[in-house]
Structure formats: structure tokens, C-alpha cells
């Protein structure tokens, strides 16, 4: 188990590296977003197997703060990634469709 300062430590570099995120996707830097990504994922798995939950007064509003922190940070760069994902989508959707139009029809060269 992890001590309760270590805890906070990891929560602390998890509302960072959030934030790193949020800048990521605001530059669409996508690269360095992936990469973000998968350290709060592994701070996540820190957690979930050091956590016990068990701190006192202080600790947990600190705590909690932190989590506040992250999921307001987290559902920021969500509604940010949201559309983007739908125009690459729509995009990828065209490529399909041209392809396949290309492939019946026999016409022109299949983009990509």
C-alpha cells in the first residue's frame, strides 16, 4: 500500500500531466497527447493497486480536490476531442466510401 503522501504525490502528477493533456489538444499536438494519455493511465494503475482509501480528514479533501481537479480537466479535453473525432470520422468515412466506389466501379485510383 502506498503511504498517504505518495498518494497525493500521484494524484498531484496525475492533475499535471491533465493538464499537459489539455494543452496537447488545444495545440493539436496529438503525439504528445497519446503519450499523456498513457501516463495518467498508468498513474490510474498506481492507484487502483496502492490506494486504500483510508486517510485522514486532510488527506481525503486534499484527495478529492485533486479528482475534482482531473475529471473537470479530463471532460475540458473531451469536448475538445468530440468534434475532432467526428470530422476525422467523417473523413475516414469519405476515404471508405470512395474506395469502395473505385472498387465497384473500376473508375479513377483509390485514394490513400
Sequence with gaps: MMDSETVIKTYEAMAA???????????????????????????????????????DTEIQTRKSALITEVLSLHRQTNDLLI??????????????????????YGCGKAPG
Excluded: C, I, N
Excluded at 26 to 55: C, I, M, N, P
Excluded at 89 to 101: C, H, K, N, Q, T
Design 17 to 55: 500531466t491533465s493538464r499537459d493533456m489539455l494543452a496537447a489538444v488545444q495545440a493539436r499536438e496529438w503525439d504528445t497527447f497519446a503519450g499523456l494519455e498513457k501516463h495518467v493511465s498508468e498513474l490510474v494503475e498506481q492507484l487502483r493497486q496502492g490506494d486504500s482509501g483510508q486517510y
Design 83 to 104: 468534434p475532432w473525432r467526428s470530422a476525422v470520422g467523417a473523413m475516414l468515412g469519405g476515404v471508405s466510401a470512395s474506395r469502395r466506389l473505385v472498387a465497384a
